[in-house]
């Protein structure tokens, strides 16, 4: 089983033989017997690429689950005598992957080096929580499903562009002001909200105002990448709706101005979602409580800042 699942996981037998020390002809073997053992095809073969059967995508679900589960066996035995080790298989968008968790992997690996994370990035993450053992996704305030799900840290987004295009374009006042912008829409917003293509929706900051929608007439770029949609705002492409935490530092170094300070566009909380039906390994349960632990962290510094922040510019007030 774990010889099949690294010929998958490498792309070849070659390769899953340099990972686990053996010979390609005995990987050969190995999992040529795994399929006669079952009486099917696991591996489609070709003589440029390894394919999964249908069956073989199946079995290879339920070889992960049971490869965890002995892994977690082993580990618990044996946790009196040596620090924890193994796999943790996560998923997250790309936005989530590069923002969120790229900035804590080195003081993950510092803290746990016998824990190895596989990343994998998937924008559509949030349908696959049972094929990995931690999957990150954001969710809209109002979200309500029947998962398993750690919240980790909440969020809002706003409304920002450029200097340079509000120069060009003029800085809008009020909600219906957006009617006369380029808009850099979020393709995934508009598949999972109906009707959001053309739409803009926001929401008063204090909840004393109704929400305003607005038409946006042109739409001059649409794309599923926050990051492309930031990088085109930057260059005074058009009017963006982004989450604060990724546009704090355009904010900072006035790359982006925060348009419509009264308002966001919506509240968000990112999740750890975790497959159902399964004991929580070890592993995951600590890589979950270090997340925990580095958001408070962080949220406490953001806070100390924004009060240093206020502290300088009263200050420079009363000069």
Known sequence: MRVFQAVVDEGGFAAAARLLDLSPPVVTRLVADLEQHLGTRLLQRTTRKLALTEAGDAYLARVRAILHEIEDAEAAAAASTRDLRGTIRVVASPVLATNFLAPMLGDWHVRHPRLMLDIDIDAYASARVDEFDVTFMVAAQDFDANIVARPLMQGESIVVASPAYLARKGVPMHPQDLMNHDYLRDSSTARVHSGAGRKLRLLSDDGQLPPQEIDVPSVVLQSISTEVLMRAAVDAMGVAVAPRLLAQEHLARS?????????????????????????????????????????????????????????????????
Request: one cysteine or more.
């Open 255 to 319: 790359e982006l101005v925060h348009l419509l300070p009264g308002w966001i566009y919506a509240r968000y909380t990112v999740y750890a979602a975790l497959p159902s039906g399964r004991m929580l390994p070890a592993r995951t349960k600590v890589f979950l409580d270090f997340l925990s632990e580095r958001v408070r962290m962080l949220a406490h510094q953001r806070k100390q800042a924004e009060c240093c922040t206020a502290t300088t510019e009263a200050r420079a007030g009363m000069g």
